[in-house]
Structure formats: structure tokens, C-alpha cells
């Protein structure tokens, strides 16, 4: 590849183009700044922000055999401009800062996470970012005195440091996240709850109206008790008879035609409250079926990912014959995060058992790099397509919330594998080729557990953790599924049932 290819490239935006670019250029452009700025730290991070504006202005280069001047100068313009910044800034004296200036209190954020979480976050870390964390934020070491402890460079510490602090940001972000989504949860849960249908147990006291208690006239007299209501309720499907007895008495009226009236008129005031008390209890349990209605099959469309990974080995190889200087070798290997995309088609069998099966498409991206007087990178990318087949099981219904456990199998087969290599050698000449790969076919088990809410009888959404299990026999490339087969990974879908 030559200069003018480069440049094409990286005025394009090709990541692999831009990357080369900076390994190429990063050790000149540094020894520019080191000659304005002594403090390594600084230098890093003019270098930085140089290649920043060097990224996003390349399309005004004009001329290519003109790239490390106009490198060059972008780094001294601002490195100069660093230095004049500098000695503008004007440092007061603590005793100069009045009462009023001090920070009263600080306020922190109500779903900031305790001291044990953050804890953990820092040790899910990985082992290298999470040493220099401690160091530098726990202990409060410079990032010199890291790179003496640890033997690594001032600037990798501090790089390191800012990629911790990246990982720890997004778990914060994801626990922030799931927290509201549980508190989300919670109060739709509470409020369906609240909202749920009484029993009608006991209706018959509440429904009943008794009249006033009236003084019996010496002329009545009593005989066989009488059943005064009857009346029925509808209530799941089944009706079933709630019958009221008054007290058993009944009175055999001589002359007093009035008292007649007053009980005649009593029972109908009773019926109707019974009436209206059917029709409620009527649209409440339609209302419920709508819901609880059996719909034998569902289509669901899902995502899925889990987590990137990235892993660095640095290793201390013999020199060549003309340097008795042992020689470092650095390997990295990222992970991307996983894409799955699924399609599935569920048929319902007996009243609690599901089974499913459909399509799916994953797409794997790995980064392998290597950097010793050389640089050499690998970008690997597979495409599979999935076929899983699996069971569920509902062990929990309420109204519209359901929780399922599920198992199950997959296999994928790759449709589409390449892997790009690209660097440069000890005399700087660029160096790309681009190969296809075949990757074996990828089974894998999977236990779940699934949250579903019916928005309508026919539509709803659900998460779905998974516990995934990846069988790697006679599988040489490295994937994230190699190097970490045992996974977790979390689905977010639609479900359509009819």
C-alpha cells in the first residue's frame, strides 16, 4: 500500500487506514512535541489531541509527499499554544480563597451506587486496568510511580487508567439501567395489583339493604320461615348461586296492609343493588378473560448481545544477532460486542409447556494485534446463522406478567468468515492482504429464565437472561466463544401471539 492509497483511505474514514496511520507517524510526531514540552504526561496528551485534528482535517492535504511536514506542524502549532495557555493561567495562594468560595455540602445522586457496588464494579475489572486503578485513584500514585511498581511506560498507565475508567463508566451506566428498569417493574406490578378484582366473597352481606327495624304490633303472630332472596353472580366462566336468608321469620299480616308495602318495596331495592352488583362483577371478569385467553402459537423478533472483551499479553523475546537487547513483544486481542438478531416461532403445548424454534443471525468481530519493532494487526469477522430449538416451561402467571424457564440447544453455521491482515515491517513498508476463512460449525446449550408483559391480548414484549454454554470441539479459530465459552448474555423482543 502506498502513501497516496493511505491518504485516500483515511480521507475516506477507514478505521484500519486512520489506525496505521497513527502507528506509523505516533513515534515522530511525539519526539516533535517532547521538544517544546518536557512533562511525558503532556506529551501524550498533545499527541493525542494532534492526531485528533490531523484525523478530522486530512481532507484538506493536498499534496501527500507533504504528510509528515504538515504532521509536523499541526504537533508544533500545538504544542506552542500549550505553552502560551500556560503562562496566561495565574495561581492564587490558598490563603486568598474567602469563606463564601468553599463548597457548602456535595450532593450526590439518589441511584448512585454504594460503596460495596463500586467495590465489585472495580474488581469485575480486567486485571491489568483494575491494578492500575487501585493505584492510581485508591492509593493516589503518579502515573510515574505506576510505571516503576508495575515496569510498564508512564503513558500505557495512563492510557490504561483511561480505559478503566471508560469500563467503569458503563457499568455504572447498565446499573442505572437496570435498577430502573426493577423499579419500573415494581410499579407496574404494584399497580396491577392494586387494581385487581375482589373476591365476592361475602357480597350477599353488603349487597342487602335492611330495612328499618319496625315494632312488631301485638297482633301479628309468627309462623314457618321463608327464603326471601335469591340471586346469582357470574364469576370465571361458572355461575354459581349466592342465596341470602333473612332471618327466619316471616309475618302473617291480619289487618296491616301497610307493613305488606314496606317489604314488598324493600325486596326490590335489594334486587336492584344485586343487579348492579352482577354487571360489575360481570365486566371485571371479561375484562380478566381477554387476557387469560389460550392463543396456541407466537412470533417473536429479538436482540441480543453480551459483553466485549479484550485481553493483553506482553512477553520478552532474544534480540537478533545485532542487538544483545532482549526485545518486547506486545499481543492484544478485542472482542467486540456479539450481534444476534432472531426470529422465532413458539407453539404452546398443554397449558404451561412452550416449544420453539426459528432463525437467527450472529456477527463475531475480533481484533489481534501484535507489536514488537514491527506492527502487524488481524481483523477477523464471521456470520453465522442459527437454528435454535428449545423448550419453556411457565412457572409463575398473573394477569398480564409471566415468567418462563427455558433450555435449550443451537446450532450456527457460518455463511460468511474473512480475515484482514494489515502492518508494517521494520522498514516501514505497509503491508495489506485480505483471505477467507471456514470456521466449524458452533453448537451451544442454553438455560433462561423470561420475563413477559401482554401489552394487548396479542402483543407483548419480554427480556430473557440467558446462561450460554459453547462447544468448542475442533473449532481453531479465536472467537469470544473460544476464549470464554461459558457467557451470559441478555434478549430483548416483540412476541405477536394469535
Not at 5 to 11: F, G, N, Q, S, V
Not at 19 to 27: I, P, V
Request: charged share 25%; with cysteine; aromatic share 10%.
Amino acid at each position: 500500500m502506498t502513501k497516496c492509497e493511505l491518504i485516500d483511505l483515511c480521507k475516506k474514514g477507514n478505521e484500519q487506514a486512520l489506525s496505521l496511520l497513527y502507528k506509523t507517524y505516533a513515534s515522530k510526531m511525539k519526539k516533535i512535541c517532547c521538544q517544546y514540552v518536557s512533562d511525558k504526561q503532556t506529551v501524550n496528551d498533545l499527541l493525542h489531541d494532534g492526531f485528533i485534528i490531523i484525523f478530522t482535517s486530512i481532507n484538506t492535504l493536498r499534496s501527500p509527499e507533504k504528510l509528515e511536514s504538515w504532521m509536523g506542524k499541526i504537533m508544533k502549532n500545538i504544542s506552542l499554544r500549550y505553552l502560551e495557555k500556560r503562562r496566561s493561567l495565574t495561581e492564587d495562594p490558598l490563603d486568598n480563597i474567602e469563606e463564601f468560595e468553599e463548597p457548602s455540602c456535595l450532593s450526590y445522586p439518589n441511584n448512585f451506587p454504594s460503596y460495596v457496588m463500586m467495590l465489585k464494579m472495580i474488581e469485575s475489572l480486567p486485571e491489568g486496568y483494575r491494578k492500575i486503578f487501585k493505584l492510581a485513584v485508591l492509593e493516589g500514585l503518579s502515573h510515574k510511580e505506576i510505571g516503576v511498581l508495575l515496569n510498564i511506560a508512564p503513558h500505557s498507565s495512563s492510557s490504561q487508567l483511561s480505559r478503566a475508567k471508560k469500563l467503569l463508566r458503563k457499568l455504572l451506566s447498565e446499573y442505572r439501567i437496570i435498577a430502573g428498569l426493577f423499579i419500573l417493574s415494581s410499579i407496574i406490578y404494584l399497580r396491577h395489583l392494586r387494581h385487581t378484582p375482589k373476591e365476592i366473597a361475602g357480597i350477599s352481606q353488603k349487597a342487602v339493604i335492611h330495612p328499618e327495624e319496625k315494632k312488631v304490633p301485638k297482633n301479628i303472630s309468627l309462623k314457618k320461615p321463608v327464603n326471601f332472596i335469591h340471586t346469582s353472580a357470574y364469576q370465571d366462566g361458572h355461575y354459581g348461586c349466592i342465596e341470602n336468608e333473612m332471618d327466619k321469620q316471616d309475618i302473617i299480616y291480619q289487618d296491616n296492609t301497610t307493613e305488606r308495602k314496606d317489604s314488598v318495596f324493600n325486596h326490590t331495592i335489594t334486587k336492584n343493588v344485586k343487579i348492579k352488583k352482577d354487571k360489575e362483577l360481570h365486566r371485571s371478569t371479561t375484562h380478566q378473560h381477554l387476557f387469560n385467553d389460550k392463543k396456541n402459537w407466537s412470533l417473536a423478533l429479538s436482540y441480543s448481545g453480551v459483553k466485549k472483551q479484550t485481553n493483553t499479553h506482553k512477553t520478552i523475546i532474544p534480540g537478533d544477532t545485532s542487538s544483545e537487547n532482549p526485545e518486547e513483544m506486545k499481543k492484544k486481542s478485542y472482542h467486540h460486542i456479539p450481534i444476534t438478531l432472531s426470529l422465532s416461532l413458539c407453539r404452546k403445548i398443554g397449558k404451561d409447556w412452550d416449544i420453539e424454534t426459528g432463525f437467527q443471525y450472529t456477527y463475531l468481530r475480533s481484533d489481534f494485534t501484535t507489536i514488537t519493532s514491527s506492527y502487524w494487526k488481524e481483523i477477523q469477522k464471521i456470520n453465522y446463522i442459527g437454528i435454535p430449538l428449545k423448550g419453556a416451561f411457565n412457572i409463575w402467571n398473573r394477569q398480564k406478567f409471566s415468567f418462563y424457564i427455558s433450555a435449550g440447544v443451537t446450532l450456527d453455521i457460518p455463511i460468511k468468515a474473512t480475515s484482514e491482515n494489515f502492518g508494517s515491517d521494520e522498514s516501514g513498508k505497509i503491508i495489506f492482504n485480505k483471505k477467507t476463512i471456514y470456521p466449524s460449525l458452533q453448537w451451544s446449550t442454553n438455560l433462561g429464565i423470561s420475563a413477559r408483559y401482554q401489552i394487548t391480548p396479542s402483543f407483548g414484549i419480554y427480556a430473557e437472561p440467558n446462561l450460554r454454554y459453547y462447544i468448542n470441539k475442533g473449532n481453531s479459530l479465536r472467537t469470544i466463544r473460544t476464549e470464554k465459552p461459558f457467557n451470559t448474555d441478555l434478549s430483548i423482543g416483540v412476541r405477536l401471539s394469535w
